[in-house]
T-cell receptor, first 111, second 115 residues
Framework: GESVGLHLPTLSVQEGDNSIINCAYS??????FIWYKQESGKGPQFIID?????DKRQGQRVTVLLNKTVKHLSLQIAATQPGDSAVYFC??????????FGPGTRLSVLP | EAGVTQSPTHLIKTRGQQATLRCSPI?????VYWYQQALGLGLQFLLW???????NRGNFPPRFSGRQFPNYSSELNVNALELEDSALYLC??????????????FGDGTRLSIL
């Protein structure tokens, strides 16, 4: 079946370093992707999205890269801060159907 | 602007009881989605409502049901509660797609505990 997965379940980075969180998706027809951040006790928070007609999209300190050839999505966080510690989910959508979420990656920022 | 609001924050029930969870979408959003997030797991899609109609449902038994009201708020009902129903239930809302998928924005969820 269709699935969205993550290569690394946990990621630890030093404060100030850049973080890269990866996501593999299996459905080549997916045309819309979102990254969410979920802090403990809270719901997922929208970070950034990208549609399949783009390869890269930048936000404030975050960049999403989409490689449709290998069905890979990544989230780059520049100058990682303690407040970035959370679980990050990627989600895919195709043809306006329901989103499929990956299992999540926990990002821990070390002092 | 208020975000997605869910109530109650926590709900404790016993096996066999029924639970009702409520969600108010962001103003202007007409689509509402429900997800189950069991401890340590990802989000599992439950239900999608748009303009008062059920548009899609995930792979859950019929005892999970819901509805959307004319003001676009929504209820999730879970009958004959089982221990495995213990989870965080998340509601999300989005603008009408008009042929273009819109991002979903989440509330902070209702923590349902079954004793």
């Amino acid at each position: 079946g269709e699935s969205v997965g993550l290569h690394l379940p946990t990621l630890s980075v030093q404060e100030g370093d850049n973080s890269i969180i990866n996501c593999a998706y299996s459905n080549s027809a997916s045309d819309y992707f979102i990254w969410y951040k979920q802090e403990s006790g809270k719901g997922p928070q929208f970070i950034i999205d990208i549609r399949s007609n783009m390869d890269k999209r930048q936000g404030q300190r975050v960049t999403v890269l989409l490689n449709k050839t290998v069905k890979h999505l990544s989230l780059q966080i520049a100058a990682t801060q303690p407040g970035d510690s959370a679980v990050y989910f990627c989600a895919e959508n195709h043809y306006g159907q329901n989103f499929v979420f990956g299992p999540g990656t926990r990002l821990s920022v070390l002092p | 602007e208020a975000g997605v609001t869910q109530s109650p924050t926590h709900l404790i029930k016993t096996r066999g009881q029924q639970a009702t969870l409520r969600c108010s979408p962001i103003s202007g959003h007409t689509s509402v989605y429900w997800y189950q997030q069991a401890l340590g797991l990802g989000l599992q899609f439950l239900l999608w409502y748009d303009e008062g109609e059920e548009r899609n449902r995930g792979n859950f038994p019929p005892r999970f049901s819901g509805r959307q009201f004319p003001n676009y708020s929504s209820e999730l009902n879970v009958n004959a509660l089982e221990l495995e129903d213990s989870a965080l239930y998340l509601c999300a809302s989005s603008l009408a797609g008009r042929g273009v998928v819109q991002p979903q924005h989440f509330g902070d969820g209702t923590r349902l505990s079954i004793l």
